[in-house]
């Protein structure tokens, strides 16, 4: 992983990126041999590249992305997953670590269950196409599911998973986290009622400097220092 | 309607005290709704307007879905109670000549191919109106597609120019509106001064005209930096840096 360069820069769609010498990469345009920002967010460089990194903004799924979807509607070879974007996302009967018979998916996986996937393909037009086969992937059942805004999901996880362990540590919850901004957390329902607090926390304080200390102090104000690993 | 004083005075003041090239006091509020994707709300003199935006998401119906770019489809509303006689509630005629104009507006500057199938949908609420709402409304739903991520060219700023008592006057209020000879709302993309809507209403001459336009262009220039105030205002703090988490989120797999 390259590093990222320290400069921090809000821009807003249409400002001039001055870059000599850079490309122009995600969230950017080029019009005139000039780089122009495309929408709201954090100016970034990173291998010759000039990035936008969008402070809101919808999911949209890329190859790659382990999400938390949710099972909307059935066929005879295909389940129909919602997954927080404004695409359907089918999941091929070739694509689950089961042998399902033609017209038996109903017996796996039923609506309005939900699963950890991933995302196998996104062709130019946008199709996408899920996957199940790889290891950990799997229905999710138990626990609870919480929703935030996925331009935060970096900060809940932070550098290295920082954030999401400190929580995992005190809550002793299973967590995962997706990439389309959906959370999946199990453990005792106190421990769940707190992470959630946290990850709220997170949320409403994306901006803030030094966010996982004072995560981890909210924590230890709650459970005691000694839960800390 | 006749007015007992003239809308210039013989200092080419008008009677709201404004000069002749004079914006309204304009205020800008970036991500005041919490369950739209982006919102904003305005202060325009007299004006008041609430915007909202969802989307990308599944354009509905599907038959209007276009499988290579995205629609930007807006609405303009007026509240029952934003004029002084009761607006009749519902889509009319003037309403929704405005929504299409806005969205054509619109359909230029955001980057429709980025989402195929896929729907913008822009909300526009004038809650109190003063002259100049297509104005307005279009200067707070910039904002508000900015606030949502859309990626776009450029936000989009619309200002007007009037003339009244022969005299060329930017930002029209109310009477003038109303008694004035001529209007002429113009949105324009401010970096490359594009013009994405022009209407005109009564009449100028071509110098007039020519006149006119640039008045509002110049105008617009000024109420852009506000609107990008208001988003920089509204994500100011954002300071740590972004983190790369597609290995985090592998290795989370791993663990469970």
Known sequence: ?229 | MELEKPLLDENKRRIDGRAVDELRPIRIEAGVLKRADGSAYLEWGENKVLAAVYGPREAHPRHRQDPAKALVQCRYNMAAFSVSDRKRPGPDRRSVEISKVISDAFSFVVFKEQFPRTSVDVFIEILQAEAGTRCAGLTAAAVALADAGIPMRDLVVSCATGKADGELILDPGKEEDNLGQADLPVAVVPRTEDIVLMQMDGHFTPEEFRKALRMSIDACKVIYEIQKDALRTKYAVTTEEPVEVQETIDTQIKEE
């Open chain 1, 1 to 229: 992983m390259v590093e990222e360069t320290v400069k921090r820069e809000l821009v807003v769609p249409g400002d001039l990126l001055d870059a000599p010498g850079l490309k122009p990469g995600v969230g950017t345009f080029s019009e005139g041999g000039k780089i122009y920002a495309a929408m709201l967010g954090i100016r970034t460089e990173r291998a010759g590249y000039i990035n936008i990194v969008p402070l809101g903004g919808r999911y949209i799924p890329r190859p790659g992305d382990a999400v938390i979807g949710k099972i909307v509607d059935i066929g005879p070879s295909h389940w129909l997953l919602e997954i927080n974007s404004p695409y359907p996302a089918p999941l091929h009967t070739n694509e689950v670590p089961w042998r399902v018979e033609y017209g038996d998916t109903a017996r796996y996986l039923d609506v309005e269950d939900v699963c950890l996937i991933k995302v196998l393909s996104v062709d130019e037009t946008k199709r996408v196409q899920l996957t199940m086969k790889e290891h950990g992937l799997r229905k999710l059942s138990g626990g609870q599911i919480v929703e935030i805004s996925h331009s935060k999901v970096p900060r809940v996880i932070g550098k290295k998973g920082s954030m999401i362990s400190l929580i995992k540590g005190f809550t002793k919850c299973r967590m995962f986290v997706g990439q389309n901004g959906r959370i999946w957390i199990d453990g005792e329902v106190d421990d769940i009622i707190n992470a959630i607090q946290a990850i709220k926390k997170i949320e409403d304080e994306a901006q803030v400097l030094g966010l996982t200390e004072s995560v981890a102090s909210m924590l230890e104000e709650i459970y005691g220092p000694s839960r800390v690993e």
